[in-house]
């Protein structure tokens, strides 16, 4: 544990503080091993699927998983990914992904942005009453409301569009509570200095409030990200083609695929090429993608 | 002050943070519990609330055009589908049957077919039985893991990303893997269970008794370590003091566990479970690719239900139905754990 105290001192946002002595630590060095040999046999157990599909998607397809070891090949191909691409368009579902994804975050942080940003600075008439209205989207997840809002689509006439996958999420409470809690943070003296300097309401947003919630946001955009990459039912009941498929969507419909069955290095290289552009970003930010799911609490 | 400075800055001490600071920090508890609550709460306990004696300029129209986007796109994609659903659950209407193709007025009909629909029952007993199995199991498994990676070792880091890197994996590629796992004789889940002495059925997705147990399994594998980094952050926040005495008192692990740590984290517990809860009446992905509900219902879980009413009976006054169901069921959830909270916040008081 000596050595734990001589690290222990770190900046707060760096990511996971020393531990202190006390929990869960064994003094003696067999406790020590022992507890280290738990912990790796069960992350190792849990890594196991996606450490499986890795070695399956790289498996020869004349290696048919069904007998022998299911884990090693004599050799490696990357040809499943390629076979994979010609019998359905991921190349276009993976545009459709980012285009969806990018369209809802950008349009997100403007809204969210502007309603945290009055609720922050201003009284006005009804202020509260709109802004519990809002919260009201945090109750009732829009995912429980896919049969009123299909219609709502049908009417709107973008059915099939990737506009259609995005639109219900334009409006974020989520986004406009964080955000207006990160604002309300902004110490007042500051506000007032720059009202008194004759900051206009754009320069009080741009110069004042924003700088100091950065990271408010970020959080806020790395979980809102997560969740339309990875989100599924709406995508797919909104679209009926692969003109606006996303990768979920046209995953599920990939494995239903009749020549498909269980052909497993197939199964697993559509499922990676699902999965590994948002987790690639991960692994390579995954202090900011921690942080983030922890400060957001929302998936 | 030092709360709301917090909640501009993501850093390890999320949720956790109320348990360090104390009851009367309502809004760390997340946004399922406070938004029940309202701006109230959080302005009380703000710098820039009106206790805190904020000097908010007045304004006029201005405020109103900064909101109204966000107040548009919520009205046309919450609060009106909201009603629309209850004002369609007393219609008739069913698109594949030419006679009810537009909405006729029908009372509670499309209620009295639900609570006469012996799928319906099925579909809730299946919901409850996924909700509280897969939930607790998530939750218990999360605190444990928080437990044992909260330390400093070598490779600690690399024992964090197994534990938490399915969250963020899309349900349906973890379920698209899981297919293969639970698959009779050569999968690895079944091969793992034959090495430590199982015997039984193994068609875990085809076999009634089995598929909704598949299902959760499944779930407590992607969600265990979400809820853990709550559990890690909480941890973290502990004061160490209260440890160092337990310590000098001669309380071994389990007991300080269950007499000092798990007490102190119930704030963070309260806040996992209400995310859990919520999060498991809306994933139903893994259903889809797993078990389609079947086989005949054994693994429908509610919003699958719903979907199957609407998309593929075409039966649209039954599903408005069921929404205003699943949006009762949620609120209940949300609204009880808002109260718990309360109740347990005075009793800190």
Same mark, same amino acid.
């Given at each position: 544990m000596a050595e734990a105290s001589v690290r222990s001192v770190r900046g707060r946002s760096t990511g996971f503080r020393s531990v202190s002595a006390g929990r869960f630590a064994p003094r003696h060095a067999v406790g020590r091993l022992v507890l280290a040999v738990i912990i790796g046999a069960i992350a190792l157990v849990w890594a196991a699927p996606v450490i499986w599909a890795i070695c399956a998607s790289l498996r020869p397809f004349e290696y048919p998983l069904g007998s022998g070891n299911i884990w090693f090949s004599h050799r490696l191909t990357l040809a499943n990914f390629a076979k994979v691409g010609s019998l359905a368009p991921f190349g276009h579902y993976f545009v459709n992904t980012v285009v969806v994804v990018v369209m809802t975050l950008a349009v997100q942080i403007v809204t969210s942005t502007m309603a945290a940003f009055a609720f922050a600075n201003y009284r006005f008439r009804g202020d509260r009453l709109l802004f519990q209205i809002i919260l009201i989207q945090m109750m009732i997840p829009t995912a429980a409301l896919l049969v009123p809002n299909f219609a709502t689509i049908r009417l709107l006439g973008i059915y099939n569009t990737r506009l259609a996958i995005a639109i219900p999420f334009f409006g974020s409470a989520f986004g406009t509570f964080l955000i207006r809690q990160a604002f309300l943070g902004v110490p007042r003296s500051l506000v007032d200095a720059g009202i008194i300097d004759g900051c206009s309401w754009w320069q009080l947003l741009t110069h004042i409030y924003l700088p100091p919630s950065l990271a408010a946001l970020t959080a806020f955009g790395i979980s809102s990200v997560s969740f339309h990459w990875n989100d599924f039912l709406w995508p797919l009941i909104i679209?009926?083609?692969?003109?606006?498929?996303?990768?979920?969507?046209?995953?599920?419909r990939f494995t239903q695929l009749g020549e498909i069955g269980a052909q497993w290095q197939y199964l697993t290289a559509a499922t990676l090429i699902v999965a590994g552009p948002l987790f690639v970003v991960f692994l390579i930010f995954q202090k900011s993608f921690i942080e983030s799911f922890v400060h957001s609490g929302i998936k | 002050?030092?709360? #709301?400075?917090?909640? /501009?800055? $993501?850093?390890?001490?999320? !949720?956790?943070?109320?348990?360090?600071?104390? $009851?009367?920090?309502?809004?760390?508890?997340?946004p399922g519990v406070t938004d029940a609550n309202g701006p109230g709460v959080t302005d009380a306990n703000g710098p820039g609330g009106a206790a805190g004696g904020r000097r908010r300029p007045r304004s006029v129209i201005l405020p109103y055009l900064l909101?109204? $986007?966000?107040?548009?796109?919520?009205? =046309?994609?919450?609060?009106?589908?909201?009603?629309?659903?209850?004002?369609? #659950?007393?219609?008739?209407?069913?698109? +594949?049957?030419?006679?009810?193709?537009?909405?006729?007025?029908a009372g509670f009909a499309n209620y009295a077919t639900l609570f006469h629909d012996p799928t319906f029952y099925q579909v809730l007993g299946n919901t409850a039985f996924y909700v509280l199995g897969s939930v607790p199991v998530s939750i218990a498994l999360g605190f444990l893991f928080a437990l044992l990676i909260n330390r400093r070792m070598r490779g600690i880091g690399l024992a964090r990303l197994a534990l938490f890197h399915p969250t963020v994996l899309p349900m349906v590629s973890v379920a698209t893997v899981w297919l293969f796992l639970l698959t009779p004789d050569y999968g690895l889940f079944n /091969?793992? &269970?034959?090495?430590? @002495?199982? %015997?039984?059925?193994? +068609?875990?997705?085809?076999? !009634?008794?089995?598929?909704?147990?598949?299902?959760?399994?499944?779930?407590?594998?992607?969600?265990?370590?979400?809820?853990?980094?709550?559990?890690?952050?909480?941890?973290?926040?502990?004061?160490?003091?209260?440890?160092?005495?337990?310590?000098?008192?001669?309380?071994?692990?389990?007991?300080?566990? %269950?007499?000092?740590?798990?007490? &102190?984290?119930? %704030?963070?517990?309260?806040?996992?479970?209400?995310?859990?809860?919520?999060?498991?009446?809306?994933?139903?992905?893994?259903?889809?690719?797993?078990?389609?509900?079947? !086989? /005949?219902?054994?693994? +429908?879980?509610?919003?699958?239900?719903?979907?199957?009413? %609407?998309?593929? +009976?075409?039966?649209?006054?039954?599903?408005?139905a069921l929404t205003i169901v699943l949006i009762a069921l949620l609120? =209940?959830?949300?609204? #009880?754990?808002?109260?718990? #909270?309360?109740?347990? @916040?005075?009793?800190?008081g």
């Open positions: 679209t009926s083609s692969d003109q606006s498929r996303t990768l979920t969507a046209g995953l599920v | 002050m030092r709360r #709301s400075k917090s909640s /501009s800055r $993501p850093q390890f001490a999320g !949720p956790g943070v109320t348990d360090a600071n104390g $009851p009367g920090v309502t809004d760390a508890n997340g909101v109204l $986007p966000t107040l548009i796109f919520v009205a =046309m994609f919450t609060i009106w589908p909201t009603i629309s659903s209850l004002l369609g #659950s007393f219609f008739l209407q069913r698109l +594949n049957i030419a006679k009810y193709r537009e909405p006729t007025f /091969s793992a &269970l034959s090495f430590i @002495g199982y %015997r039984g059925a193994q +068609n875990w997705t085809g076999n !009634p008794d089995l598929a909704l147990l598949a299902i959760i399994f499944v779930a407590i594998w992607k969600n265990a370590g979400y809820y853990m980094i709550f559990y890690l952050a909480g941890l973290q926040s502990l004061p160490r003091e209260v440890f160092e005495a337990a310590r000098l008192d001669g309380a071994g692990a389990l007991t300080t566990t %269950r007499k000092i740590t798990l007490p &102190l984290l119930r %704030r963070t517990s309260l806040f996992v479970t209400t995310i859990a809860f919520i999060g498991a009446f809306q994933s139903v992905d893994h259903v889809f690719v797993l078990t389609s509900g079947g !086989p /005949s219902n054994a693994s +429908n879980i509610l919003l699958y239900y719903l979907w199957q009413v %609407r998309f593929e +009976n075409l039966n649209v006054g039954v599903a408005s609120l =209940m959830f949300t609204v #009880s754990n808002f109260l718990i #909270s309360e109740r347990k @916040g005075n009793l800190d």
